[in-house]
Nanobody, 124 residues
Framework: QVHLVESGGGLVQAGDSLRLSCTGSGSTFSNYAIAWHRQAAGKEREFLAVIGWEGGRMFYADPAKGRFPVSRDNARNTVYLQMNDLKPEDTATYYC?????????????????WGQGTQVNVSA
């Protein structure tokens, strides 16, 4: 099972950008589809974006479409979420998850590997 660590969160102002990283270890990273999810205080976890094993297949939820492109570098065992034009409603803890199945990892309740999360705070 792959071990995941997220990084890149922080406090920014509305309109700023951040790039989150999800780095894996302990297993062959390219065997996993990776998804980004987030959870705001008092809300359920929601899916944002998924990328397939070699990066050729991607899918986005509405909050991420056009603003949060996802990419991966398997040589670095890392998936990125570039977050542009951030809004206060993007404030949340951001998690990455890994599953062999592209379809299963999209679920915010998937039973794959999860990182510990990285906090993003966007001020107005």
């Amino acid at each position: 099972q792959v071990h995941l660590v997220e990084s890149g969160g922080g406090l920014v102002q509305a309109g700023d950008s951040l790039r989150l990283s999800c780095t894996g270890s302990g297993s062959t990273f390219s065997n996993y589809a990776i998804a980004w999810h987030r959870q705001a205080a008092g809300k359920e976890r929601e899916f944002l974006a998924v990328i397939g094993w070699e990066g050729g297949r991607m899918f986005y939820a509405d909050p991420a479409k056009g603003r949060f492109p996802v990419s991966r570098d398997n040589a670095r065992n890392t998936v990125y979420l570039q977050m542009n034009d951030l809004k206060p409603e993007d404030t949340a803890t951001y998690y990455c998850a890994a599953e062999h199945s592209y379809d299963r990892v999209i679920s915010p309740f998937n039973r794959g590997s999860w990182g510990q999360g990285t906090q993003v705070n966007v001020s107005a």
